[in-house]
């Protein structure tokens, strides 16, 4: 059996190259349809066909990725907001010999908490992440060291090095502020897959984050979702029936969908329609 995998979020979904038409770049270009389902996003028309778009991120992950991402861009904004308000705390302490009340610890700032507890598997976003270590604990320990130099009497010393630290580390941390949010942005480059029920005509597209790899596997190598359930793992009725069993990739798992329990076109209802209901459109 051929499978091509895709990223959904932080999940790893297959399906069966049999199942899929063709992917496409997905550009936003919906027609909407009144619908309470949110993992519906409109209507594509696939050579003449109108064809279903769900978000799978929705579907399993109860989130899109879209908006996963822009809560993330927002996060780095405030946190990049937060050092601004933290970078003038520090000067207004030094010229007016105020108590300076902010985090001196760089684990201890809102973004230190975050940032020594993220992960991601994005690659590239990673790397960028990494870069922050340094100006961001720099930048938190110019509190005591300054603070230390006013307090013997040389506050004139102390503004000219917090002066010479705002044009080198701290712009150096701005910058990195904003080269993560657009390496968010660019990295998201959603994409729609259409699958098919007889090889032909379009039954419903999908949009996931991006194409990982291709496995071929033997029926043997599929293993039930009983191993996931009996572990604890609970899925809700609707979820369970769309997936269909679970490949072994490394340390991970990734899971075969079957497109045909997402949505049942009116003219394929007559069995058992209650089983879709929760995804179906009409």
Not at 55 to 70: A, Q
Not at 99 to 112: I, L, M, R, S, V
Not at 184 to 199: A, M, N
Not at 252 to 281: C, K, M, W
Request: proline share 5%; hydrophobic share 35%.
């Amino acid at each position: 059996m051929d499978l091509i995998n895709f990223k959904v979020g932080k999940k790893t979904i297959s399906l069966k190259i049999l199942d899929i038409l063709l992917t496409e770049r997905y550009e936003g270009n919906l027609t909407s349809l009144p619908n309470k389902n949110p993992s519906f996003l409109g209507i594509k028309d696939y050579m003449g066909t109108p064809t279903p778009i769900f978000d799978l991120g929705i579907i399993l992950n109860d989130k899109s990725s879209h908006e996963v991402n822009r809560a993330l861009i927002q996060l780095l904004k405030d946190r990049e907001q937060d050092h601004k308000a933290w970078l003038s705390a520090l000067e207004q302490s030094l010229l007016h010999d105020l108590p300076f009340t902010k985090a001196k610890d760089p684990h201890q700032c809102e973004f230190g908490q975050w940032y020594y507890n993220f992960k991601t598997d994005n690659e590239d976003l990673k790397a960028l992440l990494a870069r922050f270590e340094q100006p961001h604990s720099q930048l938190h320990q110019l509190a005591d060291k300054l603070l230390s130099i006013a307090a013997q009497g040389d506050k004139d010393g102390a503004l000219a090095l917090l002066e010479k630290e705002r044009i080198t580390t701290y712009v150096k941390l701005m910058r990195l502020f904003e080269s993560a949010r657009e390496q968010i942005e660019l990295d998201h480059k959603p994409i729609i897959v259409f699958t098919t029920l007889d090889g032909r005509t379009p039954h419903v597209g999908l949009l996931v984050d991006q194409v990982e790899d291709n496995v071929r596997c033997n029926e043997g190598d599929i293993k039930p979702l009983s191993e996931l359930t009996n572990t604890g793992f609970d899925l809700d009725p609707q979820t369970k029936r769309m997936m269909t069993g679970l490949i072994k990739r490394g340390k991970n798992h990734s899971v075969i969908i079957d497109p045909a329990a997402i949505f049942r076109p009116q003219h394929l209802a007559n069995v058992e329609p209650e089983e879709t209901e929760a995804y179906g459109l009409f």
